[in-house]
């Protein structure tokens, strides 16, 4: 077999999870360069394997393609889903940010937080910042959080600080 189909790291044993619907589950997986240089099962990789090759028994456990983001914010990913969306998208204005939190505290047991995301004071028909004195108007039984659409709090005059109330 040629120097180039020796494999770095062979995976045997393993539930591999290709992503291909023509082969999508095999046994093993060699990997070369940190490449994927072949999939299939244990026998048909076994030849790649060389006496500097690391092999792996994944005893039978699952093995998925690795997921790779270069800026992933996963916890932040998943509270947008309990969140109010302040997006330019979806408001425009202060007001309709008032009335986005006077729902939402309708739904919200007392004292628990409501807490938003999007706000982009550049984006709002006002030209002003939204502040505490508007959250006071509308959620006088709740904390408020506000989170600015660059991903960090944002205060009244200083970019990227909070509104909590």
Known sequence: MANSMRADLVIL??????????????QAIAVKFGRILAVGQDDELRPLVRTDTRVVDAHGKTVIPGLN?????VLS????HF?????????????????AITEKAKTTPKGEWIVDFGYDDTKMVENW?????????VA???????RHV????KLEGQPCRGILR
């Open 13 to 26: 044993g393993g539930n591999i999870i290709t992503v291909d619907s023509v082969r999508p589950r095999v």
């Open 69 to 73: 983001d270069a800026h992933c914010h």
């Open 77 to 80: 990913a998943g509270r947008s």
């Open 83 to 99: 969140s109010v969306n302040y997006g330019s998208t979806v408001v425009k204005s202060i007001a309709e940010i008032k009335k």
């Open 129 to 137: 910042y939204l502040n505490r004195n508007d959250l006071d108007e």
């Open 140 to 146: 006088k039984e709740h904390p408020v959080w506000v």
């Open 150 to 153: 660059c991903g960090l709090p």
